[in-house]
């Protein structure tokens, strides 16, 4: 089973702050996924990676895929109180049919 | 577009009963159908995933059983419940590419 581990497990900023949130694994991905989970919400996608080394911008957002494809790093710049989620990677596992997610980042942006 | 449906939103329930939770999804055919469950603030654990009428793989041994008996139905049941069975349940949509679309969720709180 191929793990994703994410870091930091918690963060609470102030907004305007930026901030960088790690999603590691010790095997490789043929792509990786980033969703936004509120609270009481099902995860929404945000993003997928497919090359190594891509780098992919959404707003403030910006994703980079590593370039093993191992590892992938969302970073948020000012943040803002409306990024206050739970950040999750997830990429494929055993297979077409399944997916595994990372452990979660929980984002706390302080007005 | 698509649309994935679950109900109900929130559920309390004693220990012993039965439990039956509903998916559907709108707005495309043959989807793989998975069910996962939340522990509060954490990340994914994938139950069961369906890539068909009928077929069903399970993941966790456990007290849960799942069935798809049409295409864009999948549910989840259990004979009796356990007070470990409490959770934030969601329900997802894959048609290509890994990129999962999630469900609105369920609550279940076992007493």
């Known amino acids: 089973t191929q793990l994703l581990e994410q870091s930091p497990q918690f963060l609470s900023i102030q907004e305007g702050e930026n901030l960088t949130v790690y999603c590691n694994s010790s095997s490789v991905f043929s792509s990786l996924q980033w969703y936004r989970q509120e609270p009481g919400e099902g995860p929404v996608l945000l993003v997928t990676v497919v090359t190594g080394g891509e780098v992919k911008k959404l707003k403030r957002l910006t994703f980079q895929f590593g370039d093993a494809r191992k590892d992938s790093s969302l970073h948020i710049t000012a943040a803002q109180p409306g990024d206050t989620g739970l950040y999750l990677c997830a990429g494929p596992s055993g297979g077409y049919q399944k997916v595994t997610f990372g452990t979660g980042t929980k984002l706390q942006v302080i007005p | 577009s698509q649309t994935i449906h679950q109900w109900p939103a929130t559920l309390v329930q004693p220990v012993g009963s039965p439990l039956s939770l509903e998916c559907t999804v709108e707005g495309t055919s043959n989807p793989n159908l998975y069910w996962y469950r939340q522990a509060a603030g954490r990340g994914l654990q994938l139950l069961f995933y369906?890539?068909?009428?009928?077929?069903i793989s399970s993941e966790v041994p456990q007290n849960l059983s799942a069935s798809r008996p049409q295409d864009r139905q999948f549910i989840l049941s259990s004979k009796k419940l356990l007070l470990s069975d409490s959770g934030f349940y969601l329900c997802?949509?894959?048609?290509?590419?890994?990129?999962?679309?999630f469900g609105p969720g369920t609550r279940l709180t076992v007493t």
């Open positions: 369906s890539v068909g009428i009928g077929q």
């Open positions: 997802a949509w894959q048609w290509t590419d890994y990129e999962q679309y």
